[in-house]
């Protein structure tokens, strides 16, 4: 693993003084000291059955984990079940038909509600459509939609027939849906004409349309008609238009097929150490038991609740917490096309209102977001209904929790920060909040069932206080199986660095470091490989690098991260031309366009440092961390191993002369 961050930016600041959960909310929290005694985490890896019981199994699983090919575990192995029977089905059965399963908040303040009927019938008719357009068990069907209840529908259609889905965040650019479909041989597309970002109509389906141009198989694709008359679309070949689908398979019911329980749920692909992005396996018992269990025992959901993940299901957070989980358990899940700033600043907190939400979930980005526009808009909304706040995806520091506490949460609900990622399905650093006292900044400890180490380079565990890096000791139900593009890759980006095959000891490293306190508890600090987290979202800094080096001109890049306060990381981007002295604004505009095209909006550089030579090593590689340096205006660490020292003190002045 290439070592360039070092220790990763930050140090371990001391937590914000501890806070209980207060004693209404332990009272009718679902998990207590009762539930979590010692039995339970003594009782390894059996313990991890409560989750299962949350389930419902078609044919019971006989061995809870089976380790014999470590790293490739398997978890309740010989046990069948489906997941959309798990998430629909059988609450039919339980008598709640009419219970709100979405309700879905529209851009433009319009609302819908689907009870478990309504999606159950939905998804079947979805699905049936799906079978006549040829999909199969085990065929990949990748979806690239927005925020729209299609979009569960078609996830939940697939799991139903056992096609794994793929789902690209709308937001991605045409070039990452054919990369993503390529490499998933997938032949199947959901998509749509487009959808509304702020207030403008955006055009998806010109998007899909390029992307197929370079995917070698023909797809067959289902457009969703979001944007009606506002932009009209032609469907061509092999495309299929989803309201007629529904009519033509009106009232049909699909038989959940029985899957395996290590059999593929869903692939999601993520930002890796290299340009090629990742395409993590999930398989069907273990993650639907790890996601179900936590939403029960860590967001506290209950079936009667009305839960909002404010995430968008393209990434892991929304799989896991808006569809999954929730939905396992039979609540209503709150689903929002839109974004928190428009038409105003008041409208998540309408939506809390207006739905009398219970549990909130949030990263935090938006938690800083919120900080900076100021405690008026929650404040002249009626919040009482919240039980419960969470946050995913970024660390958060003390001043934020102690605001997202106060002004959203009423200085009451407890919070809980939750680590997790892509790869481990859900959550596995949180204080159960029913339990565990809160330390703002840190996640907390480690959930009953899972073991975290951090460990120093040679993987002994480091002192409290101490920065090492964020390892799991042992197996969880959600964790990956594999990678999508082979197992060799599987074992190299998480299990090399710090396991020892010859002693039978495996050690999955998350790529973060982090610090451990005296008591256990987890403080996250960031990234210690080429990835950089902006806004709660993985970026691969060499995809990036390969989009700006695309361009005609340019010889050399080199992506950092830049710590801005209060908007999180930015992306910087230092550049070397070939030959010209003088860049200019044509070119800066060209790189920037082009990322955007590449992979998408949210990658595109905050700043381009254009540089005639990046720093380098003796033996040429780029010494990102000096990078890092500049763009943080921190002391340039040692500089003599590079082979062009002088390049820093230019690169600061032309850095100095562009801003
Ligand atoms: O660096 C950690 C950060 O997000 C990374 C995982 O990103 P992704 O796979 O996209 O999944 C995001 C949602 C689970 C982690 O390696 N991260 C996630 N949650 C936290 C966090 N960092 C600090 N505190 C958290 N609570």
Same mark, same amino acid.
């Given at each position: 693993?290439?070592?360039?961050n070092g ?7 001391p ?13 009718q ?9 010692? &039995? ?7 313990c ?15 061995t809870v984990?089976d ?7 398997e978890?309740f192995t ?9 998430c ?7 008598g ?8 879905w908040?529209? /851009?433009?303040g319009?609302?819908e509600?689907?009870t ?12 049936a ?5 040829g999909?199969?068990?085990?065929d ?5 939609l ?8 078609a996830?939940?259609?697939c ?9 690209v965040?709308?937001?991605?650019s ?8 390529a490499a998933a ?19 998806q ?13 023909d797809?067959?694709? %289902? ?8 932009l ?18 009106a009232g049909?019911t699909?038989?959940?097929?029985s ?18 992005? /990742?395409g993590v396996?999930?398989?069907t018992g273990?993650?639907?038991a ?7 025992a860590?967001?506290d959901?209950?079936?009667d ?15 896991s917490?808006?569809?999954y ?5 039979g609540?209503?899940?709150v ?5 928190p ?14 739905n009398a939400?219970?549990v909130?979930?949030?990263a935090?980005?938006a ?21 419960l706040?969470?946050? %995913?995806? &970024? ?20 919070? %809980?920060d ?5 790869e ?7 204080t ?10 840190a ?5 009953p069932?899972?073991d ?7 993987g ?10 964020l390892?799991?000791?042992r ?23 710090f ?10 490293f998350s ?17 210690v490989?080429? %990835? ?6 993985r ?11 695309d361009v005609?001109g340019?010889?050399e ?5 830049r ?7 930015e ?6 031309t070939?030959?010209r002295?003088?860049?200019g ?9 082009n ?19 990046l720093?380098?090593?003796r033996?040429? /590689?780029i010494m990102?961390r ?7 205006? &921190? ?16 690169i600061r ?7």
């Open positions: 693993m290439d070592d360039r220790w990763g930016r930050g140090r371990p600041v937590a914000g003084s501890p806070h209980s959960p207060p004693e209404w909310f332990v009272e929290a679902n998990v207590t000291d009762s539930e979590i005694d010692e &039995e339970f985490t003594e009782n390894w890896p059996d991890w059955e409560r989750a299962a019981d949350l389930l419902s199994w078609e044919e019971p699983y006989d984990l380790d014999s090919s470590a790293p490739f575990y978890w010989g046990g069948e079940l489906n997941a959309a029977y798990n629909l089905d059988r609450h039919l059965e339980a709640r038909k009419t219970h709100a399963a979405i309700r908040e529209g /851009k433009h319009e609302y509600t689907y478990y009927r309504d999606l159950y019938v939905a998804v079947n008719e979805f699905a459509a799906l079978c006549d357009l999909v199969e068990e085990d990949v069907v990748t979806i690239y927005p925020m729209i209840p299609e979009l569960p529908i996830m939940l259609a799991a139903r027939i056992g096609a794994p889905h793929s789902v965040f709308a937001g991605l045409a070039n990452a849906l054919s990369t993503r479909m041989d997938s032949e199947y597309l959901i998509t749509c004409d487009g959808y509304y970002r702020r207030g403008d109509a955006f055009n389906k010109s998007k899909a349309d390029n992307a197929k141009l370079s995917v070698e198989a797809v067959e694709t %289902v457009v969703v008609d979001r944007l009606g008359d506002e009209p679309h032609v469907l061509g070949e092999n495309e299929w238009d989803y309201d007629g689908l529904r009519e033509e398979f049909e699909v038989e959940p097929v899957r395996d329980a290590e059999d593929m749920l869903f692939l999601m692909y993520t930002s890796g150490t290299t340009g090629e992005p /990742k396996v999930h398989t273990g993650y639907l790890h996601v179900a269990w936590t939403s029960r860590v967001l959901v209950e079936p609740d009305t839960y909002w993940c404010a995430a968008d299901i393209g990434w892991i957070t929304g799989h917490y808006i569809v989980g929730p939905l396992a358990l609540t209503t899940t689903m929002y096309e839109g974004t700033d428009y038409p105003d600043r008041d409208r998540l907190w309408e939506i809390v209102d207006r939400v219970d909130f979930y949030t935090p980005t938690i800083r977001a919120f900080m900076k526009w100021g405690e008026k808009y929650p404040a002249r909304h009626d919040l009482s209904s919240l039980r706040l969470g946050s %995913v995806g &970024e660390p958060i520091s003390p001043r934020p929790w102690r605001w997202y506490h106060e002004h959203v949460g009423g200085g009451e609900c407890p919070i %809980v939750t680590w997790w990622q892509t481990t399905g859900a959550v596995i650093v949180s159960l909040p029913g339990i565990d006292e809160m330390k703002p900044g996640a907390g400890p480690p959930l069932g899972i975290v180490a951090i460990v120093d380079e040679n002994a565990p480091v002192d409290p206080g101490e920065t090492g890096y390892t799991i000791t197996p969880w139900p959600g964790m990956i199986r594999t990678l999508y593009d082979g197992d060799d890759r599987y074992r190299s980006e998480y299990w090399e660095r396991s020892d095959p010859n002693a039978g000891e495996w050690r999955y790529g973060d470091t982090a610090a451990v306190d005296e008591d256990g508890y987890v403080t996250v600090l960031g990234r490989d080429d %990835v950089i987290n902006v806004s709660g979202r970026l691969s800094t060499m995809e990036i690098e390969s989009a700006i080096t005609d340019i010889a890049s080199a992506v950092v991260g710590a801005s306060k209060p908007n999180g990381t992306i910087y981007a230092y550049v070397s070939e030959g002295s003088n860049p604004d044509g070119l800066r505009r060209a790189i920037v366009e990322v955007e095209s590449a992979i998408g909006p949210i990658a595109k550089p905050h700043e381009v440092v254009f540089t005639p030579e720093p380098k090593t033996s040429g /590689k990102r000096l990078l890092e340096d500049i763009a943080n205006d &921190e002391a340039v660490g040692d500089t003599s191993a590079l082979r062009n020292p002088e390049i820093v003190g230019e002045a032309g850095r100095e002369d562009d801003t």
